[in-house]
């Protein structure tokens, strides 16, 4: 970029504009983003941004493998709230392959699916925190997001990327210790929350460093194709929970915060406000899936034994549990042809899954909708005319994750 | 809730005659083709008529169909109507030869980047786009690589020489 010497605003005191290059790995960007400024002293004049850093062709990788095996895909596209992306890809499948699960599971997901809400909205509002100059908050939220990793680590083995789930429900049924562990989260946590706002929403230093940063108006923002919290700040108030419910999410009571402003501080508030919803959610959510009893607390996954693997005593003992075994994770059932759209709200927005099958093993093509790719051009525009500390909290406030974006 | 996807239907064929055509539902989501010259005019006018308003864009990409000779690339746009809460998709073909479409990034400021990344994976020309260059990719790449002629590297295959993951 050789646009030394371009026009300065008016006023200003500096001969010529400086230009800074921030990331592609800086302590400043949470992920691999790298901007090129032009600054008029600390005044971002215009940026220039190169993304693509960890693209990795999940689309194309995609298209050869079964459905199984796209999963671990989708972990590492927001690998802050994983499991929303595991649920969102077998939530797609399921649409495809008309596969219907029964309410206990359509529970369990939402349990953990808003449990990921929140890790993601704790790691981007305490971030916001350490970008502002306060570090405790941070330290202090890693201590629920471990308890609801533990959780995440009972239901299927792993933590951060967790390929949760099976086509039809989850791999196995809900432990005790899960359950313990879940009441455990309930019980502690509003306390930390409350306690994180305690520090930070009526925090002179944090409203001064956020209020009037990245504002962006709702026209704007829609225009920018911004979803989740991010278009919910500008105060528009669209949710894929209410606007097209998945996974039963009619059945729970939930108020959809919106801000007013778009500004750095109102994306902090509605994530603030989500996740005591996402709390009320998974109170809810809980209350039904003790409803069950006998028989039907047993339920875990729909009965498509096409597509859910067979229990794993069986394959060792019974020649037939062994054949299909195979045949899925080898994925030997062709899907019906067919063009699926389904979309989940994601920790960060609306993440959708476009997939074409031509009938094949694998889909013909499958494209994700990142929300973050979306809205993350609308960042020269957030910034410019801010000074350039104001618009690393900006970054971080938009909660951008590389992996995501860039897919 | 009084937008139903008959109306839509209805509404598009009223003013476009022929032109919009292979109307179906998938998974209850209206679906659409129309002439690649068309686009700018259609996706214009769903976004300004008051009884169909579909003002946000969700999704733009690309697909590639080598068998369909002279349509062998499309774009599939997905539009919703915020307010009805209803949601359209709608697709342009064009020849691999010929890869010109015209750009919705005036209409809509997010089909910038999604419209960029199209062309980096399957070179479709966005005519009026005001910076349309590699996104994702390395700008020295001189192929489309998302196009089904490249296919992926053989999983078979015994010729490499690979220690540290165990191939060869």
């Given amino acids: 970029m050789n646009n030394h010497n371009i026009a ?151 933590r951060l990327t967790t390929n949760i789930g099976r086509i039809g429900g989850f791999e196995r049924n809900f432990t005790n210790t899960a359950f313990t562990k879940l009441e455990k989260f309930l019980k502690e946590y509003p306390k930390v929350l409350a306690e994180f706002e305690g520090l930070f929403t009526r925090n002179r230093i944090f409203m001064e460093r956020t209020i009037g940063g990245g504002a962006i108006s709702a026209e704007r923002a829609l225009n920018y194709g911004f979803t989740g919290p991010n278009l919910r700040a500008a105060g528009v108030d669209y949710d894929v929970r209410i606007h097209s419910p998945y996974s039963s999410y009619e059945d729970f009571k939930f108020d959809v915060p919106v801000g007013k ?19 009320s959610i998974i109170e809810q959510a809980y209350q039904k899936v003790q409803q069950f009893k006998g028989a039907d607390a047993e339920v875990y996954h729909a009965d498509v034994p096409e597509y859910y693997l067979p229990k794993k005593e069986d394959v060792y003992t019974k020649m037939e549990a062994l054949i299909w075994h195979f045949k899925i994770i080898m994925g030997e059932i062709d899907m019906p042809k067919g063009e699926v759209y389904q979309s989940v709200e994601g920790g960060n927005g609306e993440l959708g899954f476009y997939l074409i099958s031509d009938g094949g093993r694998t889909p013909f093509r499958l494209h994700f909708r990142r929300p973050c790719f979306i809205y993350y051009q609308a960042y020269p525009e957030l910034i410019t005319g801010g000074m350039l500390s104001d618009a690393i909290v900006t970054m971080s406030s938009l909660n951008l994750i590389a992996g995501e974006l860039d897919a | 809730m ?87 998709r709608f697709k342009v073909f064009t020849s691999i030869d010929q890869t010109d479409v015209f750009t919705a990034s005036k209409l809509y400021s997010s089909a ?57």
């Fill in chain 1, 8 to 158: 300065l605003p008016e006023g200003s005191i500096e001969r010529q504009t400086t230009t800074l290059n921030v990331g592609p790995t800086h302590p400043a960007t949470h992920g691999v983003f790298q901007n090129i400024m032009e600054l008029d002293g600390e005044r971002i004049v215009s940026t220039e941004q190169t993304v693509g850093y960890i693209h990795r062709a999940f689309e194309k990788l995609a298209e050869r493998r079964p459905l199984y095996q796209v999963t671990p895909l989708t972990d590492r596209l927001n690998y802050c709230s994983s499991p929303i992306n595991n649920m969102g890809w077998h939530l797609t499948c399921e649409k495809l392959l008309g596969v219907a699960t029964p309410k206990r599971v359509d529970y369990l997901r939402i349990i953990i699916m808003e449990l990921a809400r929140i890790s993601d909205h704790l790691i981007c509002n305490s971030i916001v925190g350490v970008d502002t100059g306060a570090y405790t908050g941070f330290l202090y939220v890693m201590q629920s997001r471990e308890l609801i990793y533990e959780i995440y680590e009972e239901v299927c083995g792993s």
């Fill in chain 1, 261 to 279: 402003t778009g500004d750095n501080y109102d994306r902090y508030l509605v994530r603030n406000q989500e996740m005591w919803q996402s709390l």
């Fill in chain 2, 2 to 88: 009084g937008l139903t996807n008959q109306y839509i239907q209805e509404k598009l064929v009223e003013k476009f005659a022929d032109q919009v055509c292979n109307f179906e539902d998938t998974y209850g989501m209206l679906c659409f083709e129309a002439p690649k010259e068309q686009n700018l005019k259609i996706l214009q006018y769903l976004f300004d008529e008051p009884t169909l308003n579909f003002q946000f864009l969700t999704d733009l990409c690309g697909v590639n169909f080598p068998d369909d000779k002279g349509r062998e690339l499309a774009v599939v746009y997905h539009l919703h109507n915020l307010k009805e809460n209803i949601r359209i």
């Fill in chain 2, 112 to 168: 910038n980047w999604m419209e960029r990344e199209t062309y980096d994976f399957y070179g479709i020309n966005f005519v009026g786009h005001a910076n349309l260059k590699r996104i994702l990719n390395v700008d020295e790449m001189d192929y489309f690589p998302l196009r089904k002629e490249y296919p992926l590297e053989d999983q078979t295959r015994i010729d490499k020489d690979d220690e540290m993951f165990g191939r060869g």
